[in-house]
């Protein structure tokens, strides 16, 4: 297994926590059974996306793993919203994450943790205590990031942090929107741009070989045939190979092949 030390966990407890997170997130909270698990958005009123989570039933509690750079950011946003609610929100910073495929029975030492499965995916999360997560390893972990992002996973960062609506990154196909469920924050727009088909912008998942990982929210060109369109860069990881996984935003149509992209003064082929 492998820590994800990029990747932290908030506890929802108490009787109001499934109803209260139901009325913020895009996913059907409500429709969790214990153990199950969803993909959801934290989105702001003009259905940006704040910060993708994967979200856990535990019998009454919810444990919620997202971007270790946003959860004090996040945490204090939803308290505001708590007000007479019967629900205590809770940063596990003595717990780790850590990554193990669907296959690898191996627990973690001395507590098996919370085992969690990705919605539709073959890899599983495990919450644990942080005396048993042992030490983050830098290319296993980036090994790791390159798999979430060819899934479709990005947990996103401060800097791409209310920059994109669900559709711009991809996240329906995660299931993180449900559009049959109530309202929050963003509701209206995310429902009206999705029944109206107004995307103008989409994710494209790319592989190259530039000599340096692009920055969140740097710009690119992609060229196609004779054809050039911008880019926005949503997440970048690179993996031992040298090969660089890129999440980008772009207006180019998506049946459309990138042959070549241009970063700064640096141009790679698309593998």
Not at 31 to 60: I, Q
Request: hydrophobic share 40%; net charge negative.
């Amino acid at each position: 297994m492998i820590k994800l030390s990029y990747l932290s966990v908030i506890r929802f407890s108490g009787v109001d926590a499934g109803s209260f997170l139901h009325s913020q997130l895009s996913a059907d909270v409500l429709g969790l059974a214990s153990g199950d698990s969803s993909f959801a958005c934290y989105c702001e009123p003009k259905g940006r996306v704040l910060s993708l989570m994967l979200v856990y039933r535990d019998d009454d509690s919810y444990f919620i793993i997202m971007s270790a750079r946003l959860v004090s950011a996040v945490t204090d946003r939803l308290k505001i919203y708590v007000m007479r609610s019967k629900v205590r929100i809770d940063i596990l910073s003595d717990y780790s994450v850590l990554g193990k495929p669907a296959n690898d029975n191996q627990l973690p030492a001395k507590d098996s943790g919370r085992v969690i499965e990705l919605p539709g995916k073959h890899q599983c999360l495990v919450v644990t205590p942080s005396d048993n997560s042992g030490e983050a390893d830098a290319p296993s972990q980036a090994e790791w990031r390159v798999s979430e992002l060819q899934n479709g996973i990005s947990w996103l960062s401060p800097e791409t942090s209310g920059q994109f609506l669900p559709q711009m990154l991809g996240y329906e196909e995660l299931g993180a929107v449900n559009y049959r469920k109530g309202c929050y924050p963003g509701q209206e727009i995310v429902a009206r741009t999705h029944y109206l088909g107004k995307v103008k912008r989409h994710p494209r998942l790319l592989v190259c070989k530039l000599p340096v990982c692009p920055n969140p929210m740097d710009k690119v060109e992609l060229i196609s045939d004779t054809q050039t369109f911008d880019a926005v860069v949503a997440d970048c990881e690179s993996s031992a190979d040298g090969m660089i996984c890129l999440l980008l935003v772009t207006r180019m149509a998506p049946d459309l092949p990138v042959q070549q992209i241009n970063y700064l003064e640096n141009s790679s082929e698309i593998y």
